[in-house]
């Protein structure tokens, strides 16, 4: 059975997702740059520490409500009193730089042992992060905090992405990379009825509508931007 409910983007043309792209980019200007800093350089120069306090202040005060349960305060103040310890960030952080460089539009044509270690990695870091709060497990936190900031492969699953797609609040590892192929093969379709990239045309679109020159935005993100106008 399927995760994933395509309903909404059955008719879905280029020219919308050109004015979908265009009306967040308009919107969340600063956000971009935030999200920019981070994906293109925090995460791959700052110290483990320095990661994720960067990483979920950016959250924080990104309008998100992210912290309407106290996630992002609570680990900050468990990183910064050493209730969570230096070595099982960097723990952390290596399984999710461990996550395979594969594109979703590549997901489905990856092997079954390749998608097996996926979600056993996603596993390892799920259950990493409700070590550190009770609710940073769920499917919202994991995949818009952890995932689509630092693999750059995964949209955010939020009640905005959640009501177009109809997917269920709470769903498995396993159902998750299902969902990830689905999006997967989605794409693939799209790019081939439009001649495009989604990745390629969405950080042009990006760029034309912020006025700036970013850098290129993974597919996960590209995706999740042109939902936005659907919800």
Not at 55 to 83: E, F, P, T
Not at 105 to 120: F, H, N, Q, S
Not at 121 to 133: F, K, P, Q
Not at 203 to 225: E, I, K, Q, W, Y
Request: hydrophobic letters at 40%; aromatic letters at 10%; glycine letters at 8%.
């Amino acid at each position: 059975m399927a995760v994933c409910d395509f309903k909404a983007l059955q008719q879905l043309t280029l020219k919308e997702v050109d004015a979908s792209i265009t009306r967040y980019s308009s919107q969340y200007g600063p956000w971009l740059s935030q999200f920019d800093t981070f994906f293109g350089i925090t995460r791959s120069t700052a110290t483990p520490e320095e990661r994720i306090i960067d990483l979920l202040n950016i959250v924080r005060g990104s309008g998100w409500n992210m912290n309407r349960q106290g996630q992002c305060a609570h680990i900050i103040q468990g990183v910064k009193g050493g209730v969570i310890l230096k070595s099982q960030l960097k723990e952390f952080w290596k399984m999710v730089d461990g996550l395979p460089g594969l594109s979703l539009r590549d997901l489905p044509g990856a092997d079954r042992t390749v998608l097996k270690g996926i979600e056993a990695s996603l596993d390892n870091v799920r259950n990493a992060i409700s070590g550190w709060h009770s609710s940073a497990g769920t499917v919202c936190f994991l995949t818009k905090v952890i995932l689509m900031f630092n693999w750059g492969q995964s949209p955010a699953f939020d009640s905005r992405i959640r009501s177009v797609l109809k997917i269920a609040p709470y769903i498995s590892t396993v159902k998750l990379v299902q969902a990830f192929l689905e999006i997967g093969y989605w794409i693939r379709n799209f790019e081939s009825n439009n001649g495009i990239l989604l990745d390629e045309f969405s950080t042009d679109v990006m760029n034309r509508a912020c006025g700036r020159s970013l850098h290129p935005l993974p597919l996960g993100r590209s995706f999740d931007m042109l939902l936005f106008s659907l919800t």
